[in-house]
């Protein structure tokens, strides 16, 4: 059984280009079966390979895509679940077929300790930092907005990453000798 990575992704592009996939993924989404035979439904991957002229057996699309919108910007948004990894195989079919998108994304697989955003400007993708907190659950934040939320975990000013990773460790020896404040993890995105 895999470990499921989601990956949001954002594409830009000749607003021809942008419309053409919206169109092919929504399309393929309104069928009333899937345009491919297979385990995930209309939105499996393999579809959208296909409809793209390619075959899915040839390609990894293990993996379906959900929340498809395109906002008043002329940008397509939707998001992953995949294998193990973000599908890149389909990442790089879209781009040979539609050369002027641009792929954004933010790709996330804790159990394998990926986290991980090819937007360096935070366009699309600001959140850098994760936060999971056993007591108040998982959230996404900017780097500011984390060293502020740990600073009032901390109850003192925190305002560097290495002042977070020493806090959430102290916390977690305090915790690991049964204080029940519950265990802080903490993921950065890296960029690529």
Not at 157 to 185: K, L, M, Q
């Amino acid at each position: 059984m895999p470990n499921w990575c989601t990956t949001s992704y954002a594409l830009t592009g000749e607003p021809k280009e942008v419309d053409s996939l919206y169109r092919m993924m929504y399309s393929l989404e309104k069928r009333h079966a899937p345009l491919v035979p297979n385990g995930f439904g209309k939105r499996w991957l393999g579809c959208l390979v296909s409809a793209l002229g390619e075959n899915p057996m040839e390609h990894e699309c293990r993996g379906q895509w959900s929340n498809l919108r395109k906002d008043g910007d002329g940008v397509i948004h939707f998001d992953t679940e995949h294998a193990w990894s973000r599908p890149e195989e389909v990442e790089v079919l879209i781009a040979r077929h539609f050369p002027s998108l641009s792929v954004f994304f933010l790709e996330e697989e804790l159990g394998m300790d990926v986290f991980q955003t090819n937007d360096a400007e935070g366009r699309f993708f600001p959140q850098r930092i994760i936060i999971d907190d056993e007591k108040r659950g998982m959230e996404y934040f900017t780097e500011c907005e984390a060293l502020a939320r740990l600073s009032v975990l901390a109850g003192k000013p925190i305002s560097s990453w290495e002042e977070a990773v020493a806090f959430t460790d102290a916390h977690n020896d305090r915790e690991d000798e049964a204080s029940g404040e519950g265990h802080i993890w903490l993921h950065r995105a890296k960029l690529c």
